[in-house]
Each structure stands twice: as C-alpha cells, then as structure tokens.
C-alpha cells in the first residue's frame, strides 16, 4: 500500500527523513542541502512529506518555494507506484516538481490525467559527481575567493546567468543575490593575467559532498578554458577541504558544459528533470 504522510514538525521531519536522504547523499544533495540549512523553530516549509510503501519510507517530499516540490531519489517503487502516487497527490495542489526524470514524469503524467492539465518541462538535468579530478586547471590562472569589491562585476555575472537559465531577474535582484553568496565566502572566481574571467559558487554542503553551482563566464572570455579551469580548481579544493565528492547539476540541452565537466572528471549518475503545470 502506497500513502503520503505529510509533517508540521520540521524536527521531527528531519529526524525522520535525513538517514534515508544521505543513503543517496549526492542525488539527494538538493533536499538535503535545504533541510541543513533550515533551522528549527524557524520557518517551516511550505510541504513536508514521506511517501510510504508498506509503512517504508521510499520517497520524501519538499516544498520551500511556491513553484515546485522537490522530490528525492525513490527508493523500491515501480512505475505503477508513481501513477498511484499522482493521483494522491492532486490533493496537495502541487504546481510543479524537480526530481529524478522517470519518477518525475510519471507523477506529472498521472496528476495531468487527474487534473486535466497541461505541463512543460523547464529543463532536462544531469547530476554528476566527482571524487577525483582528472583535468587540472591550466597553469598560468588562479581561483579566488570573490569579496567585496568584486560586487559590481559578480552583480552583473549573476544577472546574465539568470538569463541564460531562463529565469530572469532584475538587477536589483542580481545585487541582492550577489551580495549575499559573497558574503558567505563561497564563491570563487578565476583570474587569467590578472583579470577576473569566470565564476563558480559552492552551495549545499552535507556530510561528505558539495555542490558547485553558478557557474559563468561571460561571452567575450568564452572559448579559452576559464570555466574548466575554475570548476577544476574549486573542485579540488574541496576535496582538499576534506569532501570526499562534488557535484552539479548540468542542462542537457547545453552539450558544451556536459563535455567540459565530465573532461574534469564528473561522472553522470542521476537524470533529473523540473516540470510545471502550464494551466
């Protein structure tokens, strides 16, 4: 038997659900990045749910931001499983999800056939994985941590990349974003001859993996190795840091970076997919 048993105890949620995300630490590092993140007694989520089969914990479901419900890795359900879970879920109003591709699809497929609606794939996604980096950043550049001072440039950086992923931003916004991952201390940028040429952030640390994530490079420096080079260096300086892997979510629709990532030594190891309902 399939249920949705959904939770208003962020605490009791975690405690719940946390073991059975880290059994797929890095498929799972979008949900497990987020629930490190939130503090309890803070704000809870929008939707916090376990998809039981059989009284098993076999799926968790998360709901931060309005647009989208972020489900992990499925554990033991059939396709059959995922027309069943559809169909329970139309109750919760669900506008869209990001998750593994098959499961994901096939919710959406059986919750389109419930509601009579249409849907839209925002973008094929590929998760990869690295432990070990097999393409060393070029020789003659650096990587540093971007402060300050490098707000204008980042600011601008961060509002090109959000067009290019078509999810538009005002600069306003792009300031605001900018700042912050700044003063984290997480992102770092790539220099050649003295010059700052790409971008890359990490977010989303968990127990042994972390996530590389707004990656950019604006035009005019494309072409010369600067985002393989930056994705290079910070990966290994993660795993220096004492991570045993990195990943990041690639679009698949973009050939190019595939290629570069998995010349530095990324391996694929989950599709993944984010849907909306159009209607």
């Not at 700042?179 to 700052?196: D, M, P, Q, R, T």
Request: proline content about 4%.
């Amino acid at each position: 038997m399939l249920e949705v048993l959904e939770y208003n105890d962020l605490l009791l949620f975690k405690i719940d659900v946390i073991p059975f995300l880290q059994q797929n630490e890095t498929e799972n590092n979008l949900s497990l990045g987020i629930l490190n993140s939130l503090e309890d007694g803070g704000e809870k989520p929008l939707l916090m749910a376990a998809v039981l089969k059989n009284d098993k914990l076999s799926m968790v479901l998360l709901q931060t931001i309005p647009v989208q419900v972020i489900f992990s890795k499925p554990a033991g359900l059939t396709t059959q499983d995922y027309k069943i879970l559809g169909s329970l879920l139309v109750k919760l109003n669900i506008p869209g999800i990001v998750g593994e591709k098959e499961c994901g699809l096939a919710v959406m497929d059986a919750m389109s056939d419930h509601l009579q609606k249409k849907y839209a794939i925002g973008m094929n996604q590929r998760i990869y994985k690295l432990d070990h980096v097999t393409k060393a950043a070029a020789p003659d550049g650096k990587l540093r941590i971007l402060r300050h001072e490098d707000l204008s440039v980042v600011k601008e950086w961060v509002y090109l990349f959000h067009e290019e992923i078509d999810q538009p931003i005002d600069r306003e916004e792009a300031g605001k974003i900018a700042a912050a991952v700044i003063k984290k201390g997480c992102l770092h940028g790539w220099e050649s001859k003295a010059k700052l040429v790409s971008m890359a952030n990490i977010s989303r640390p968990t127990k042994t993996n972390c996530t590389v994530t707004l990656v950019f490079t604006p035009k005019e420096e494309r072409g010369f190795g600067f985002a393989s080079s930056c994705v290079s260096a910070l990966s290994q300086k993660m795993l220096n840091q004492g991570f045993r892997s990195t990943s990041l979510y690639t679009d698949l629709d973009n050939p190019t970076s595939n290629k570069i990532y998995i010349e530095i030594g990324y391996k694929p190891i989950m599709d993944s997919v984010a849907v909306h309902f159009t209607e």
